[in-house]
């Protein structure tokens, strides 16, 4: 590998755990600022609805900078990525990004409900985006470590594919609101963790099957 493609390919990976510690971070800071709030019930989003006290510094100091540290991260790896299949993972992988940045920009009505404003219509569209994308973008990773033979991987990638989507139908469906907080979390987790995974194992994989080497 050159040296200059590792670097690339380090500090994506560094990215990707920074994102994920962010939101590991400022979540329950910005929650500890609300008494009222509850990790169970209230989701992610709720921290920067629109008319809570420091919905600006969750969208600009957590949302934004989470959602830019995604794509930097994907973006890294599309520069060493020489295949069509791998490229498309990481485009629908770039959703949990999206989601991010999104959501910094058209923040919730209050209490994060399915109906409401225009902006809030928006938001959920992409918060859908986010989450139905990444799961598809596992499932895609688990077929290409499938066809890679890396069967242990495949399998892994299909199980969290399968659970983010899971994940967006308890986060959307009204009879599950009373825990929606918790799926979106336990969500998020696999997302953040997965996402990962895609940044330092998807080149090694593409550089081998571009080379024609089995695995």
């Known amino acids: 590998m050159a040296t200059g493609a ?4 380090q500090l994506s990976a560094t990215l990707a755990v920074t994102a994920a510690l962010l939101v590991l971070i400022e979540t329950p800071f910005f929650a500890s600022l609300r008494p009222d709030y509850s990790h169970i019930t209230n989701t992610i989003s709720e921290l920067g609805e629109t008319g809570a006290s420091c919905a600006r510094q969750v969208a600009f100091a957590f949302f934004l900078p989470v959602g830019l540290l995604v794509w930097l991260a994907l973006w890294l790896v599309h520069r060493e990525i020489k295949d ?5 993972i990481l485009v629908a ?4 990004g999206t989601g991010y940045v999104m959501a910094a920009v058209f923040p919730c009505d209050r209490g994060a409900p399915l109906w409401g404003s225009w902006h809030t219509q928006v938001h959920n569209v992409f918060g859908c985006i986010d989450y139905e994308g990444t799961g598809i973008g596992f499932l895609l ?6 066809r890679r033979n890396a069967t242990i991987r495949a399998g892994a990638f299909l199980i969290a594919g399968t659970l983010v989507l899971v994940g967006l139908v308890l986060i959307a469906l009204p009879a599950t609101f009373h825990i929606r907080g918790a ?7 696999i997302q953040f963790t997965g996402q990962y995974f895609v940044c330092t194992f998807l080149p090694s994989k593409s550089r081998r099957a571009v080379g024609g080497v089995g695995s």
């Open 6 to 9: 590792g670097i690339r390919l």
């Open 84 to 88: 069509r299949q791998a490229s498309l």
């Open 93 to 96: 992988m770039s959703c949990l």
């Open 141 to 146: 990773m688990s077929r290409y470590c499938a």
């Open 183 to 189: 799926a979106q979390r336990i969500t998020e987790v």
